[in-house]
């Protein structure tokens, strides 16, 4: 235990004395760890489908297609349950979409409908309600596979053998036909994750020959105005084909001069939808190669063509999983049995899907603007959703993929630049912002890089940006928070998670000042990073939503989640989000003892059903008393114990929320993945460690659930993280060394890491 | 008379004797004799407002704004006659908008609305039946005046002062607003020539800083997808804006965290319009430049860049002025009279006015495929009306204009490269295909290019687009036709046109296989040149709509237009047309004096009403007898007494209607303008000659109206019409020389002129 640490006469461990050394990194067989379909039932919003990693195209099934409004304009809440498309008590497929979201918290994307079929041409997707409605087709989890880069599914109502893989930007699938002479590939450009009357803005469709099919569509939704083109190829000749226009408009220009339904090769509306007939044999295999553009038709062509010129299946799919092998192998665990292993990579497995590449290969991509620009010397990412992924998952990358997130941070300023607020990303989303959730974040995830030297963007451009970002004062109450130092809830809901959020990134924006060299902006920064105290009452003792008058809200429940000055969170847990001050939080809350104990009454405290009830996204599963893990504000609460007296209770927390939040199960994750956030967090934990200030270039140390771990890390160093004594009831640290010399110290720097070196936790079933 | 001139002893004009030589093209003050408002009464679809010589911004004012539609669902005639947005009766001014076709018998375009106002604000244009319902102005016809590369007209609700002017891509605003703190521009994405629900597929907004907007709009319609890029800058910073979604859709993934109408500087939808409000000193001039761009908002920034840096309108007014008199002075006429000037150099103005160039100025523009391309050696033009202007607009372009004329071309072969169809441009639309009319008349316009030698266009590849295009089996029974020889009536109306039509087009396409030096594709096409002869029935000696089945369709009327085959047209006018083998049609026809006495019928049978009631395009005052000079079937007609023995008939004929049909008044155009045919018809005759048959390389002779006309070529050189004995009564032509030389021939050619020389008219009153 760690509290007895600093007391320790260290004895060294000959373990840790082995010398880093610069290795060439093995690449390990992996992916046979991960299984997709962990958090595909209830709340996990992860997809099954096949992915690349980083990859744009993310090929996956659809097993409900939902209207967001009820018949009587209510809100569907089923739309929320298919932020991913999947869910894995439905029996029934409609298709196989190119776009996901990981784990997020709403519904988008599900671009590009693909389904086989047989027999008599049906031209509705059906509903699940209705059986034998649509073209849907019903499939078992028995003849369903997934891996990384990989799903296959046999449709059983047609009889037809699904397999998908996908390169970065083209889905591949393969379709195994019976014998028919009415086999159709349906083409939906008007499907959608969720749908709803005026979502698709326009659809554009060209049968270029007898093999290629390009087109786009636009749609609006949580991104306003968001474009996908496409290119489709066919493995053998269309042979008959029609495009229906679902949404006629009143006036047609083409004066009626063709059959524009059956064999006539453009067509542009509001909804299109295309089949496309076959003949096969027994098994005849029709694949279909599907690449994606955010800049063009040509632009997909091209993408196509360089990411998968044959028809090679087995060899597309053996190079995606080969890039699986090579990203998982960056971390090789050991762990006490297969079905940790499993969670482990699964869990870095889910880190890898956002944000995604959204350029061409041509390194095009459409910007913020909707202008065409090039990313120069950077690749493009898109799909930021800050408010999560700042807290450990940018870290996380910073530590594993430092390159890549380096590329991501240039994608951030190219957002910024191209922004009519010059503001950074706050929800970055297929050349749009959706402003989702609270707070600057991206100041985070740039100080992360800059104050670890992970990126080449130079500090005072850095600060510009994050300086404009943390001023566009018409933005959730920041002209409020600027002038006042708090956002008066009167003013704008939520006020007292965006002071505490604002606070912290004011703080990320000190440390780039600091980097940049600027004394007067580390100054402005500084102070504004002390506006929590704003926003605590001394009389409650808690985080309080203020009023423009200075007085405090009445009607104060520090347990509600919902107008009480809280997002995702209530005063209980949201309220001690100081993470970089928390030593004079924890004076102010009363000293350490006392914070201790509310710490104590956090993860014991059973709520009430009624906080609960009004969350769509939280369940009894995710909480632990008031801690509520399913949500990303108190991710570090389990660290905070470091700062106490008590730092073995961060090691008791710790080591509970890896093995009852995170199963090796299809309803294995507590609450969404939150865009990879939630397996961050999970795979952090497990090496040990847990970066409760990004930003710092310092993790809080908690106990580790691996046995061993390497990291390679790009640099061509590793980091090894030694456990002795390991064991599920080992749960506590009772020595720590450093390269072999004792660890006095419960936070490990990215330095030592990058570095390479050896860390060894010596474990102990007592504190 | 011509029919005397084989038999005359020539005397040889000293005149006609001046050698000619290469010179420097003199520039005139010519727009003084240009009045845009002609046409712009009833029928001639033209419009008043400012352009540079074929602009992509045509700004000019709306005077009425259209539903399409009526609220019984029924077609609104209105849309027709608003074509061009402005009508000269009306006394109301909607706003100024940048894009128009010129004297199109269909409506469309009308993009980005500016309207100034003054008071309290108003958002809704209102409607011109309710005074006082929306933003509209009055104004007077006293208070307006127009002229090539200018418009100026007083908005008397708001007493202001408009005044409007443009280069190629920028239009410029002036308004001179009284003294007010509530002065407004309106800025409307959602206004069009002809409005109707679905017809705004989507518009963006952006506020990118205090006197810069950008932004975009998709619309539907004629042009089944078309995204037209701006950028407007204002004079003085805006003060307070406001942007309304007018349509607002069940979901905004805003989260409504912003107030969106009010200074918040993006908004996107389906139909926006904005306001932005200043404070003005009696005559403060608030300027705007407003630049389009087909290819994105950047784009749109750097042409308003490149084209007008400053704030200079008479410097912008005076370079546009310029570069028109400059255009004009290719043809300097000494004519009767000033009002038979301001019609010929109205005339000349309208024939510049389409195509328009399309591209920004770095050569980037929309390919009907909707990519970007850059045009690479050439400047890309859209607005190609070509069953209109491959009969006289395009050969007249070719002989003042041949580089102009043959980027035009590589325009029409860029658009047969990114056709679905593979085919070149029927009605090139802004990056689409309209399909109107009937015919592939691009191969005409290739053909005249070609064998004039006036463009770098590959014959052989011309070859390929022209074969590709006149195969396309699906559109408008070109199938049939191959096959058959004829469209059948049964199969596709307008059947007989359409043969006629597609058999001219083969001739061209024949010699531009000429040119190619490939003879199994010329005796393909001469063949196919000849399908004429299948409609062509002996009993009845007209051309008529035949069956599939080998028969004459029954209940033939040929003096109807409708439902007998013809389209714009009747048997007696359209089914003379087989320019590439009138010798023979005449033959066929019962020989040159039963021709002839037929033509005669054309000129002097009065038709029924019921023939014109249901022509939308026609009235008595574009008809003489059954000749139709309001629609292009008939150009060519008053030449085919050439062929006859009645070749002052030519003459007569030709002169009459150019006295008749092209007055120097605000109704003088008889019919539409149709983007510049009608127009180059005038053209052509007053200079006493006229593209019979476009690819021949040869115009057939008529009767000159100039006194003098002198056209200055490309190549340096100058042609030179002179007359003796010129008078309005001294319509037949005694006597031709050229160069000096008695001129025995009813055809002058393309080569001769080219040479540079002189021909000379004597005139006399009598045959």
Redesign the interface.
Known sequence: MYRHLFLLILSISILSCAKHKTTERPVKELTSYVNPLIGTKNMGHTFPGATAPFGMVQLSPETNLVL??NNDGSYNKETYRYCSGYQYEDSTIFGFTHTHFSGTGHSDLGDILIMPTTGKLITEPGKISESGSGWYSYFSHNNEQASPGYYSVKLSSYNINARLTASERTGFHQYSFPHTDSAHIILDLTSNIYN????N??T?L???NDTLV?G?R?T??????RTVYFAITFSQPIENYGILNLKK???N???R???EDH????R???EIRAYFDFSTMEDTLIMLKVALSPV???GAINNLKAEIPGWDFEKTYANTQSKWNKELSKIDVEMQDRNHMEAFYTALYHTMLSPIIYEDTDGSYRGL????YTSDGFTNYTIFSLWDTYRALHPLLNLIEPSRNSDMMHSMMAHQNQS??KALPVWSHYANE???MVGYHSVSALADAIVNGTTDINPAEALKAAVSSSNVT???GIGDYVKMGYVPEDHSGSSVSKTLEYAYDDWCIAQIALAAGDSNTYNTYKKRSESYRNVYNKQSGYMQPKLSDGSWRSNFDPLDTHGQGFIEGNAWNYGLYVPHSIDTMITMMGGKNTFSAHLDKIFTTEIDDKYIEKNEDITRDGIIGNYVHGNEPGHHIPYLYNFTNDPHKTQERVRMIMETMYTNDIDGLCGNDDAGQMSAWYIFSSLGFYPVLPGSGEYALGSPLVKKATIYLENGKTFTVNTKNQSPENIYVKNITLNGTEHNSLTLSYKDIMKGGNIVFTMSKGQ
């Open positions: 967001m409004y709803y009357d005026g979502k803005v326009w554009f060209r049968v270029e390009t786009y636009i609006s939704g949580w991104a306003r105005t408009l009143p006036y220009g083409f004066y001069k063709f059959d064999n006539f090769p453009e542009a509306g509001k063009s038709t040509n603007d909707q202008n065409i009519v607020h959706n402003w989702c018409y933005y959730d």
